[in-house]
């Protein structure tokens, strides 16, 4: 296959998009085409060291009569001034998509090589934009004006044919994926925690330690954080336990607040946004993700990766990466009493619990390896160019 010349416009977050976007594209240049992101700043997970990897930094200037629309069309400026990229893949419609379909009519009209246009739908562009009136008609205009589309979930395939009026368009799916290699439950230091709990007692005795949930996420309403604490108070009249949440947003000093009022606030750590966290990762017994959608639940797949079940809302991808039963339980969204009573009944059941903790690494790595999910990126890409 023929180098390409990529560029990559994403979101340089934690989030599950950006996180996709920076491994596609690392890997993409370990295969030897030329891979250029571009963002705000440098993606957390991305190795500016690695071979045929750069980043154009996209200067957003506040001051400018422009700074209602200023990442967008900064982004535009910055895509349509570069030369010699063979596509642009953008991860999110909007406003990452929208940006590359405005650069390449700007390089078709000065005359210069206009890019193909490979564009990801996450999630949000297509179940709240495209459900907004307001602006599903700029979501569909960049979806079409794309050479191609690719979602991570059958899911989100349907809802964005269904808001978009997609129904005549070719869509991919293209899960996400996760390197075992690096989440991976071999790297266990079983006092980590009791570290940073230091409060509570029994860490040392097998049998009396308190549990440990797990949650990480954007903080956004959609999340549902709020149910993690109640159901951590709910789980506390039976049991210890605590939770650890990772990542930062919105929603945070809701959280708090919920958990001082349930009289958890001890029991709840606060480790922020971290990009490297598999070894705490993999202490955990349960991860939990109550979110009311999810197009595919890419934290929920790290979780099972490391080991570590998930107890997760049956709304979206997830069913589709949590097999029911098999490596975690899946329950009503919105429902902190049911997403209690599932965790309990794991952790009142230890033997049953690691028995979904091995299947849940096994499962990760047969069904979710990093090899098919980058060549399928790669087809596509190399196919519209």
């Given at each position: 296959?023929?180098?390409?010349?990529?560029?990559?416009?994403?979101?340089?977050?934690?989030?599950?998009?950006?996180?996709?976007?920076?491994?596609?594209?690392?890997?993409?240049?370990?295969?030897?085409?030329?891979?250029?992101?571009?963002?705000?700043?440098?993606?957390?997970?991305?190795?500016?060291?690695?071979?045929?990897?750069?980043?154009?930094?996209?200067?957003?200037?506040?001051?400018?009569?422009?700074?209602?629309?200023?990442?967008?069309?900064?982004?535009?400026?910055?895509?349509?001034?570069?030369?010699?990229?063979?596509?642009?893949?953008?991860?999110?419609?909007?406003?990452?998509?929208?940006?590359?379909?405005?650069?390449?009519?700007?390089a078709s009209q000065q005359g210069r090589h206009a890019p193909r246009i490979v564009?990801t739908l996450h999630g949000t562009d297509v179940t709240t934009l495209g459900a907004?009136?307001?602006?599903?008609?700029?979501?569909?205009?960049?979806?079409?004006?794309?050479?191609?589309?690719?979602?991570?979930?059958?899911?989100?395939?349907?809802?964005?044919?269904?808001?978009?009026?997609?129904?005549?368009?070719?869509?991919?799916?293209?899960?996400?994926?996760?390197?075992?290699?690096?989440?991976?439950?071999?790297?266990?230091?079983?006092?980590?925690?009791?570290?940073?709990?230091?409060?509570?007692?029994?860490?040392?005795?097998?049998?009396?330690?308190?549990?440990?949930?797990?949650?990480?996420?954007?903080?956004?309403?959609?999340?549902?954080?709020?149910?993690?604490?109640?159901?951590?108070?709910?789980?506390?009249?039976?049991?210890?336990?605590?939770?650890?949440?990772?990542?930062?947003?919105?929603?945070?000093?809701?959280?708090?607040?919920?958990?001082?009022?349930?009289?958890?606030?001890?029991?709840?750590?606060?480790?922020?946004?971290?990009?490297?966290?598999?070894?705490?990762?993999?202490?955990?017994?349960?991860?939990?993700?109550?979110?009311?959608?999810?197009?595919?639940?890419?934290?929920?797949?790290?979780?099972?990766?490391?080991?570590?079940?998930?107890?997760?809302?049956?709304?979206?991808?997830?069913?589709?990466?949590?097999?029911?039963?098999?490596?975690?339980?899946?329950?009503?969204?919105?429902?902190?009493?049911?997403?209690?009573?599932?965790?309990?009944?794991?952790?009142?059941?230890?033997?049953?619990?690691?028995?979904?903790?091995?299947?849940?690494?096994?499962?990760?790595?047969?069904?979710?390896?990093?090899?098919?999910?980058?060549?399928?990126?790669?087809?596509?890409?190399?196919?519209?160019?």
């Amino acid at each position: 296959m023929k180098p390409l010349r990529i560029a990559i416009a994403c979101f340089p977050t934690l989030g599950g998009s950006g996180i996709v976007a920076t491994e596609v594209g690392m890997r993409l240049a370990a295969r030897g085409h030329q891979v250029c992101f571009f963002a705000e700043r440098c993606p957390p997970r991305l190795d500016l060291a690695a071979p045929r990897v750069t980043l154009e930094r996209v200067v957003v200037d506040l001051s400018s009569p422009a700074a209602s629309g200023s990442h967008a069309l900064a982004l535009a400026a910055a895509l349509a001034t570069a030369e010699g990229f063979d596509v642009i893949h953008a991860h999110y419609a909007i406003p990452h998509a929208v940006s590359a379909v405005l650069a390449r009519a700007i390089a078709s009209q000065q005359g210069r090589h206009a890019p193909r246009i490979v564009t990801t739908l996450h999630g949000t562009d297509v179940t709240t934009l495209g459900a907004d009136p307001q602006m599903r008609a700029v979501v569909r205009y960049a979806a079409l004006e794309s050479d191609a589309l690719t979602v991570p979930s059958a899911w989100l395939r349907e809802r964005a044919r269904t808001l978009l009026d997609l129904q005549e368009r070719p869509i991919e799916v293209i899960p996400n994926f996760v390197d075992p290699s690096v989440f991976t439950p071999a790297q266990v230091d079983p006092h980590a925690l009791s570290r940073m709990f230091p409060q509570l007692p029994g860490w040392d005795d097998p049998l009396q330690r308190p549990r440990v949930l797990w949650h990480g996420s954007s903080f956004r309403a959609w999340k549902r954080v709020g149910d993690t604490v109640r159901a951590l108070a709910l789980i506390c009249e039976r049991r210890s336990a605590v939770l650890v949440l990772v990542g930062d947003g919105p929603e945070r000093p809701q959280v708090q607040a919920l958990a001082a009022e349930l009289g958890v606030a001890e029991r709840v750590l606060w480790l922020g946004e971290r990009s490297h966290f598999t070894e705490l990762l993999a202490c955990a017994d349960l991860f939990v993700l109550p979110s009311e959608t999810e197009s595919f639940g890419l934290a929920a797949l790290e979780a099972l990766a490391c080991g570590v079940p998930v107890v997760a809302s049956a709304v979206g991808g997830l069913p589709d990466v949590v097999q029911h039963g098999v490596t975690g339980c899946l329950v009503p969204p919105a429902d902190p009493h049911a997403l209690a009573q599932a965790a309990l009944s794991l952790l009142d059941d230890e033997p049953r619990r690691l028995r979904m903790a091995a299947a849940a690494r096994a499962d990760a790595c047969a069904r979710f390896s990093p090899q098919p999910a980058v060549a399928h990126y790669e087809r596509i890409l190399a196919a519209v160019c």
